[in-house]
């Protein structure tokens, strides 16, 4: 078990250095509008969801480092990372932050994995709980096709409805940048030097940092939608996320990312979870990250507490 024995601690500038690096303008993030939003439970600004997870993704990282197991990683191509959470309380700002990683399970065979449970407790209450697993192919959404659609979806508008055979999408446009990637890892109480060193030149995009444009995506969405941002907000429930970890080492400055997301229709009508696929799309629309992502409306949530 790896746990983080100092507490460390987001404070306000750090969910804000995060937010503006991954253009989210959620007002559940804003030190001065969160009290626009009606009944709002956490009684302050809380830190983003994939903020959270690439502090996890770091500390996986250093767990595989001192136990020698990027070497069976590379030996068994296991080129997929998988991460699953669940949220169970907001994590705010000057709040003490324990990782746990718990030993790593070796599955070896004909489908050979790694996998580590993980939990994040604030001020010693459960904030996140899952895992991650090192497979050769994604454990999601692992069954798409988007064949059907133009090679470069450069020649559409920014912020546009994609039809395929998938279904329709909302298209969202990032680049990747390298200044906003620092300041990500900075934000995420990570040394940045890591990954970024212009005399070494290296130049190592984090896994999360463009899966935390999904969050961008969503509320761009929800404009469209007309969502009232005060009155029926929305916070993660869950993430399910595969990310194609070769895709993630090509990565340079100006790649362009295009960001996919669809609604799923719901199988449960007395489910108050909002469900969405969501897709980065790099050069000739090769998949970088998939994603299951459910939101859980505020008023669902504050129905549960009563």
Not at 5 to 13: A, L, R, V
Not at 69 to 76: M, Q
Not at 151 to 179: C, E, I, P
Not at 185 to 208: A, T
């Amino acid at each position: 078990m790896l746990s983080n024995e100092k507490h460390e601690q987001f404070k306000q500038i750090h969910i804000d250095v995060v937010s503006n690096a991954t253009d989210d303008f959620n007002l559940f993030h804003d030190s001065h509008r969160w009290s626009r939003i009606i009944n709002n439970p956490f009684h302050g600004p809380i830190a983003l969801g994939f903020q959270i997870e690439a502090l996890i993704e770091h500390k996986i990282l250093l767990h595989r480092q001192l136990n020698n197991e990027n070497d069976y990683i590379s030996k068994n191509k296991l080129n997929f990372s998988n991460y699953q959470f669940s949220f169970a309380n907001a994590i705010k700002p000057g709040q003490d932050i324990l990782v746990d990683i718990k030993k790593t399970q070796i599955t070896d065979g004909d489908i050979p994995k790694l996998s580590n449970r993980v939990s994040v407790k604030t001020n010693g209450k459960l904030a996140l709980i899952g895992f991650k697993k090192e497979t050769q192919s994604p454990l999601f959404l692992n069954n798409i096709d988007f064949s059907d659609i133009s090679n470069d979806l450069r020649h559409h508008s920014d912020r546009y409805f994609l039809k395929t055979k998938q279904g329709t999408f909302f298209v969202k446009r990032k680049f990747m940048n390298a200044s906003n990637a620092k300041n990500f890892l900075c934000g995420s109480l990570i040394d940045q030097r890591l990954f970024f060193d212009e005399l070494k030149n290296k130049y190592n995009y984090p896994e999360m940092f463009p899966c935390a444009f999904i969050s961008c995506t969503l509320l761009e969405n929800f404009i469209q939608e007309k969502l009232d941002f005060e009155r029926s907000p929305m916070v993660y429930g869950s993430h399910k996320i595969s990310i194609n970890r070769l895709l993630v080492s090509q990565l340079k400055s100006n790649d362009v990312l295009h960001i996919l997301i669809q609604k799923q229709k719901k199988t449960d009508s007395h489910s108050f979870l909002e469900t969405y696929e969501c897709y980065g799309l790099v050069a000739e629309n090769q998949i970088l990250f998939r994603a299951i992502v459910e939101l859980i409306p505020l008023e669902a949530i504050l129905k549960i507490k009563k």
